[in-house]
């Protein structure tokens, strides 16, 4: 390994300078010893890390050699893919590595004339390299070499001729051949990606429709309805997480994309089966997994949200504006007969109440949220902020409130349902009670004033009984870090409702006392951002009081702090 190491590194600095001789002879010598290495099965097997090392250093000898002086290189490896099938399948391993090479890592090592040379050439011949990866998939039996031609075939998939891959019997052998069987699913479902993601501009569209019908159909086979998926994932092996993790990235990718021409053009009910399954896997407790559904669920509703708005539907638009410009997705494949805001709204409604349940369940902490659960399962206060966590949340807090102006009477029942169940107990826990805070805390503004109104006044009540009937340190610093980040994002409806106002602020006042040290620092933050929100009502006189409130606070100050660290006052 040593050698190839140094031989690598001199093809890579030297080989121009070295004598024609010398090249040929190099040359010669890496080819035999490749078909040599992988003229049978065993050896190929055994020599593996070996023979991947000489297929490197034979794609940097192409690099310099192809096509100038080796013009015949892709007729000759493809004839002799036909004379053995264990050479075939280490042939597709270099074909393999010279695609990535040319395409993929050429911009750091290669001139920009010599990059574009070996695009030309290799598109060129790709006809005689197709018509093999053709005729392996239709005849080879062996599991190996059916899964190097498809990994082949994935590196292909961004660069080759459109014809190639829509009119050919390509989508229909990779969505009805080898979409089912395990050893190739995976591979499969990266390639039907890939396939997805083409930029074709308006052409191919029934294909693309018909792709998307047929993987669908073939995920059901496969899948079923992956309702238990949550719970059974800690089970699954790694294919089939991973096979998830696929599929969940070809759903995102391609709906992005192509969703208003599925949604002319495919049956209802497959596009809702692909949302189903998105909904399913958003459930499962995988951060970046769970990351990639809601990008594309932020971009399903803004669409719906931002087609509400567009004049041609002559809806209203007061409401909150998270950001001009047009939806992304109404440009995805835009179709002239695709369905009405309302009409899409509607065929989305139970779609976007699971997402309402998802984003709620799975809601991420808040910058303002000090207080944490710690890997013991003890409440502690928060010192290093976790950015990746507070960039998570701003994300789902933009899905939250767009899903609130989309429905939100939805949204209240729900929020009110799931704090029922932390009140009744069948749902109590810290990690459940902090989520559906943060969620209703993230919404702020999103609601009408009225319906916000009633729905923080029935939270609010709730909340604060819930402080009282628990018993136990770390139970009340989870309740009370909740209150005063719920009522901290809702200002509005402080300012409106002063003795209100005033009870919570009391209330905050109480916490300074408590014994947990990250519940009394987040009082005392809660208090400060409310008196600069509210400050008007805190020093002009309100009616029924004898004295504009912040005299009381003054008055009060020493025992109010009593219990409060120096920085803390």
């Known amino acids: 390994f040593i050698a190839l190491q140094i031989l690598e590194k001199l093809i890579q600095t030297k080989w121009k300078i070295l ?28 020599n593996k890390v070996y023979l991947n090392k000489l297929n490197l250093i034979l794609v940097q000898v192409l690099k310099q050699e192809w096509p100038q002086n080796w013009p015949t290189f892709i007729p000759e490896i ?4 036909r004379t053995n099938l264990s050479l075939c399948e280490n042939n597709m391993a270099i074909l393999k590595l010279l695609s990535e090479e040319v395409f993929d890592f050429s911009a750091e090592q290669m001139t920009q004339a010599k990059t574009k040379n070996l695009k030309s050439q290799m598109c060129g011949e790709f006809s005689s390299i197709y018509n093999l990866c053709t005729e392996i998939l ?13 990994e082949t075939l994935l590196r292909f998939l961004s660069w080759i001729p459109f014809g190639y891959v829509f009119e050919t019997d390509l989508i229909s052998n990779l969505c009805t051949r080898f979409l089912q069987p395990p050893v190739t699913r995976n591979v499969t479902i990266k390639c039907l990606t890939e396939i997805g993601g083409l930029d074709c501009g308006n052409d191919f569209k029934e294909q693309f429709v018909n792709m998307f019908t047929m993987a669908i159909a073939g995920l059901r086979e496969i899948l079923g309805d992956l309702s238990k998926v949550d719970e059974e994932w800690d089970e699954y092996d790694n294919d089939q997480q991973e096979f998830v993790q696929n599929v ?22 497959t596009v809702i089966q692909a949302h189903q399954y998105l909904l399913r896997i958003s459930q499962v407790d995988e951060r970046e997994m ?28 007061g409401l909150l504006n998270l950001g001009g410009g047009a939806s992304a997705g109404s440009n995805a494949s835009g179709n002239s007969s695709s369905m009405s805001a309302e009409l899409r709204r509607q065929m989305y409604a139970g779609v976007l109440t699971g997402v309402r349940y998802v984003m709620i369940s799975c809601m991420a902490r808040p910058e303002e949220v000090l207080i944490v659960e710690n890997d013991e399962g003890e409440i502690v206060r928060e010192f290093i902020k976790d950015t990746d966590t507070i960039t998570l949340y701003k994300t789902q807090r933009e899905c939250l409130i767009y899903l609130t102006h989309l429905d939100s009477k939805d949204m209240e029942n729900i929020m009110v349902e799931k704090l029922g169940r932390q ?9 459940n009670l902090n989520k559906l805070c943060w969620a209703i805390g993230s919404i702020s503004g999103a609601m009408g004033e009225d319906q916000e109104r009633r729905v923080l006044v029935i939270i609010i009540k709730d909340l604060l009984s819930l402080c009282e009937l628990k018993r136990g340190k770390d139970n009340k610093a989870v309740v009370a870090s909740n209150i005063m980040y719920v009522v901290g994002q809702y200002p509005r409806f402080l300012k409106a409702h002063w003795k209100f106002l ?14 947990h040290e990250g519940v009394r ?9 409310i008196a600069q929100k509210c400050r008007r009502h805190f020093v002009n006189p309100q009616p029924g009081e004898p004295c504009p409130f912040v005299e009381e606070i003054i008055s009060s100050a020493n025992a109010i702090t009593s219990d409060l660290e120096p920085h803390q006052v």
């Open 19 to 46: 004598p024609i001789e010398q090249r040929t002879g190099i040359k010669n010598f890496i080819v035999e010893v490749i078909l040599h290495t992988a003229s049978t099965e065993e050896s190929l097997r055994q």
């Open 78 to 81: 493809v004839q002799t893919s």
């Open 138 to 150: 239709q005849k080879a039996v062996q599991p190996t070499l059916i899964l190097t031609t498809l």
């Open 248 to 269: 969940a990235m070809f759903l995102t990718s391609f709906l992005a994309t192509h969703l208003r021409l599925v949604e002319s053009s495919a049956t209802r009910e």
């Open 290 to 317: 769970f990351k990639v559904c809601l990008e594309y669920w932020n971009i399903l509703v803004k669409g719906l949200y931002e087609d509400g708005r567009t004049p041609q539907f002559n809806a209203p638009t």
């Open 423 to 431: 009140m009744n107990g069948s749902e109590w826990s810290w990690a």
């Open 502 to 515: 005033k009870t919570v602020a009391n209330k905050l006042f109480e916490f300074m006392h408590e014994l």
């Open 521 to 529: 620092d987040m009082a005392c933050d809660t208090f400060v951002t």
